[in-house]
């Protein structure tokens, strides 16, 4: 794991488009992330939304930063809940 990039906000806002950013700080900010856990390569956590049950929120990096994203809600991916986790993890690691 020691050779992933340590990540900063402006890298997280170059990967999402301004709108699941701006929605995303927002319920970072509120907490909206639970059980952020890194195995591995892979960032996992649930983020509380719309629904009546978390969103299962999966981030793989590799050496480059951010490889790919999946979130089980609606847009399933390079979502709000994704940047939520994101933020949460460089934020509150």
């Known amino acids: 794991m020691s050779n992933l990039p340590k990540l900063t906000e402006k890298d997280i806002q170059s ?7 701006k929605r ?6 509120n ?6 856990t890194m195995q591995g390569t892979m960032l996992k956590g649930q983020c509380y939304g719309s629904a009546s049950v978390p969103y ?3 981030i ?20 709000k809940h994704c940047v939520a ?3 949460t993890w460089i934020h509150k690691p």
């Open 85 to 87: 986790l994101l933020l």
């Open 56 to 58: 299962r929120v999966q």
């Open 31 to 36: 907490d909206a992330i639970q059980q952020p």
């Open 15 to 21: 990967k999402f488009d301004s709108g699941s950013f």
């Open 24 to 29: 995303g700080r927002g319920y970072y900010t």
């Open 60 to 79: 793989e990096l590799n050496n480059k930063g951010i490889a790919s994203t999946n979130c089980s809600c609606p847009v399933g991916s390079s979502c």
